[in-house]
């Protein structure tokens, strides 16, 4: 008997012999030849199968109608993928509420806010006393009314007197007031003044002629007169072109408005206390002007 290990068919020799294989007991056996071909014609006929096959002629229902690449049955080569159907997504946002609500509290009193009663005192010169006594109901409207400060004049030192008081909504407001009347005194009218109560970015500069150049006699008069101009031609022109107020005390001048207009005003005096011509400040400003519309 022959063992089922060697049971498989063998491929002849050249000669048309059949091969001797091994047996178990050690002797070669022998296998027919005609056996051995017939064999091989059954096996060459007899196509292997496997997993992967699809019955190509079974119509696509029954194939299956999963997504994923199927066998191309028109002679053409390669793959043809097949269009999944996909149902719409609809996404709901889920607003989860919170567990507690935002809270709301009052506004804080002065008392609360930890202000105290605080005093701020303006001195007076001399030459802005009269103008001070003409404009007084015109300066407190805007102090009492809105900021809800109490102001005085003490004549004996010759200032003017702001305090706070149980009304007072905002903490800063008794040093915009202070801010507003120093202005006035500096020599500023009071609609442009009262700039300062209104807007948060003003500020106002100060600086001597002797700052920039040592000038004395006619020379510091001359000075003056340039930055004016005739009939304050001049002196407006920086104002109109820079968006700022000018204030000419003798040999000081205060400037003001933002930081950047202050220092494009303050940069136009310098020329002029330096000597430039005035139609080569008006040209400058002329530049500037325009660039200042294009950004508004």
């Not at 903490?171 to 609609?191: E, N, P, R, V």
């Not at 500020?203 to 001359?222: N, Y």
């Amino acid at each position: 008997s022959i063992d089922p290990f060697w049971a498989a068919p063998s491929s002849t020799a050249g000669d048309g012999r059949a091969r001797a294989r091994p047996s178990c007991s050690g002797r070669p056996a022998l296998v027919p030849m005609a056996a051995t071909e017939a064999s091989l014609k059954v096996a060459a006929l007899v196509p292997v199968p496997e997993d992967d096959d699809l019955d190509l002629d079974a119509p696509a229902e029954e194939q299956g109608s999963g997504y994923g690449p199927i066998r191309n049955n028109t002679g053409e080569r390669g793959i043809v993928f097949r269009p999944a159907e996909v149902e719409d997504v609809v996404i709901e946002s889920i607003e989860e509420e919170a567990p507690y609500g935002k809270p709301e509290f009052a506004a804080l009193t002065p008392k609360q806010q930890g202000m105290a009663r605080q005093l701020r005192r303006v001195p007076v010169p001399p030459h802005r006393m009269t103008p001070l006594k003409n404009s007084w109901m015109q300066l407190l409207q805007p102090v009492v009314e809105h900021l809800k400060l109490q102001a005085r004049m003490n004549t004996k030192r010759r200032a003017v007197e702001l305090r706070n008081s149980e009304e007072t909504e905002d903490i800063g407001s008794l040093q915009k007031a202070a801010d507003y009347f120093k202005a006035f005194m500096l020599g500023f009218d009071q609609t442009d003044a009262v700039a300062l109560l209104r807007l948060d970015d003003l500020f106002i500069e100060s600086f001597e002629i002797q700052d920039v150049k040592r000038l004395q006699g006619d020379h510091l008069s001359r000075c003056i007169g340039r930055i004016a101009g005739k009939d304050g031609k001049t002196k407006y022109a920086i104002e109109n072109a820079t968006r700022t107020r000018i204030s000419l005390c003798e040999n000081k001048i205060h400037i003001l408005g933002s930081f950047a207009n202050i220092r494009l005003a303050r940069d136009s005096i310098c020329s002029l206390i330096l000597g430039s011509a005035p139609g080569k400040v008006y040209t400058k400003l002329r530049t500037v002007s325009k660039r200042l519309q294009e950004r508004i």
